[in-house]
């Protein structure tokens, strides 16, 4: 299993909650398994998100999606401040 991470500031929880949950890049239908959302207990303005995927090419493809077509876009990413870390890493254990 591979999973993308994803770290970045946001302006308001809120806001980026519902952005996220209108999948605007079709989570399940690009092979996403399932999903965690954390935020760190001293900084209520991050966010990390581990997307689960079966192989790690449609980890990559998702990322390529997300940079193409939501976090270029502040319609579509209305919470977003700064730029998303990443990283797809392999489960191994």
Do not use: C
Not at 25 to 51: F, N, Q, T
Request: charged share 30%.
């Amino acid at each position: 299993m591979f999973t993308l991470q994803i770290e970045h500031a946001i302006k308001d929880f809120d806001t980026w909650k519902a952005a996220f949950d209108r999948d605007p890049v079709d989570r399940a239908g690009s092979g996403v398994i399932a999903h965690r959302i954390g935020r760190p207990v001293e900084d209520d303005r991050y966010i990390v998100v581990d997307l689960d995927f079966e192989r790690q090419d449609q980890a990559e493809s998702f990322l390529a999606k997300l940079r193409e077509n939501v976090w270029n876009s502040p319609d579509v990413a209305p919470a977003l401040s700064g730029s998303p870390q990443t990283r797809v890493i392999e489960l191994v254990g």
